[in-house]
């Protein structure tokens, strides 16, 4: 069973930066198309990043491009998320999932594994 494991949330200010981590320790995450989504109490889930498989396209919404990117590292079987000029509106609950189908998909119940997910806090 994959399990996913998210880190590196925290309390960060306006304008500030943080580096999300989605890891699988035993197996190859190359092979599912990764989506780091985010929850916010009252909020449907949002995706904010998406990187494919085997074509390996990216996808980002209006309200996070040109601030969020996502990568993969494949010797460290782990998929970042990188979150610059963070805002207060940015504060959420963020989560990695994993589908396996190669493309990537914007509904949340395309997604076969979720990660337990990780307190992002925008604030000064």
């Known amino acids: 069973q994959l399990q996913l494991v998210e880190s590196g949330g925290g309390l960060v200010q306006p304008g500030g930066s943080l580096r999300l981590s989605c890891a699988a320790p035993?197996?190859?995450?190359?092979?599912?198309?990764i989506t780091w989504f985010r929850k916010v109490p009252g909020k449907e889930r949002e995706g904010v990043a998406c990187i494919g498989s085997s074509d390996g396209n990216i996808y980002y919404p209006y309200s996070v491009k040109g601030r969020f990117t996502i990568s993969r590292d494949n010797a460290k079987n782990t998929v970042y998320l990188q979150m610059n000029s963070l805002k207060p509106d940015d504060t959420a609950v963020y989560y990695c999932?994993?589908?396996?189908?190669?493309?990537?998909?914007?509904?949340?119940?395309?997604?076969?594994?979720w990660g337990q997910g990780t307190q992002v806090t925008v604030s000064s």
């Open positions: 035993g197996f190859i995450l190359d092979y599912y198309a």
């Open positions: 999932a994993a589908r396996v189908y190669p493309h990537c998909s914007g509904s949340p119940s395309q997604y076969d594994y």
